[in-house]
């Protein structure tokens, strides 16, 4: 069973082309939800956390928002550097560990 | 890398062999986890550990065990490596259990013919 599905599995954008990528989650006791970048033969690179609906977060081109059930990472006016998969992950309480649950990611691809 | 490095970064190796990967992180940080991370997978949890000589399994944790002596070091070793485990393998450290971001290493290439 899926809890964590990210969408689009890639996107192509143009250079200045803002877009969102999609994590919707389905978790009991959402303990925080995470946005990471991943540059290919690399280990994903910490992002965002989101604790509760309605918080936004922003850093640089990047604006990470969370709802009830989903959570959309805003790129605005995306330069060719921003191109990596986006992993969205969250954490919820499972007995007596935290469990953390990452998505398959966004590939984003942005063209000059 | 927020002080976590892997070794080794690339390994092939046979099928029934034994395979050991290290995880040494500066941060003193008490949280590490290994994952594997596969295509049409999100990062899987094999094992984690909330302490020295404290581990505990996580989702896909067969076929695999871990040890913790030191507070930087976290080994993984694969007991009897089979296809099945070809993959590429993340440890990371966090400070606390949660909810805490994650710092993940470079990843260690594993390839089992």
């Known amino acids: 069973e899926d809890q964590v599905t990210q969408s689009p599995e890639a996107l192509r954008l143009q250079e200045g082309e803002s877009s969102s990528l999609n994590c919707s989650y389905t978790v009991s006791g959402l303990r925080g939800l995470f946005w990471y970048r991943q540059d290919p033969g690399k280990g994903p690179e910490f992002l965002f956390t989101l604790y509760s609906a309605g918080e936004e977060k922003e850093k640089e081109r990047l604006k990470a928002t969370l709802t009830k059930k989903e959570s959309f990472l805003h790129i605005t006016a995306p330069k060719p550097e921003d191109s990596a998969t986006y992993l969205c992950a969250v954490q919820e309480r499972s007995g007596g560990y935290q469990k953390v649950t990452f998505g398959t990611g966004t590939k984003l691809q942005v063209i000059p | 890398d927020a002080g976590i490095t892997q070794s080794p970064r690339h390994k092939v190796t046979e099928t029934g062999t034994p395979v050991t990967l290290r995880c040494h992180q500066t941060e003193n940080h008490r949280y590490m986890y290994w994952y594997r991370q596969d295509p049409g997978h999100g990062l899987r949890l094999i094992h984690y550990s909330y302490g020295v000589k404290d581990t505990d399994k996580g989702e896909v944790s067969d076929g695999y065990s871990v040890s913790r002596s030191k507070t930087e070091d976290f080994l993984l070793t694969l007991e009897s490596a089979t296809s099945s485990q070809t993959s590429v393998y993340f440890c990371?450290?966090?400070?606390?259990?949660?909810?805490?971001?994650?710092?993940f290493g470079p990843g260690t290439r594993l390839t089992v013919l």
């Open positions: 990371a450290i966090s400070e606390s259990q949660g909810p805490n971001e994650q710092f």
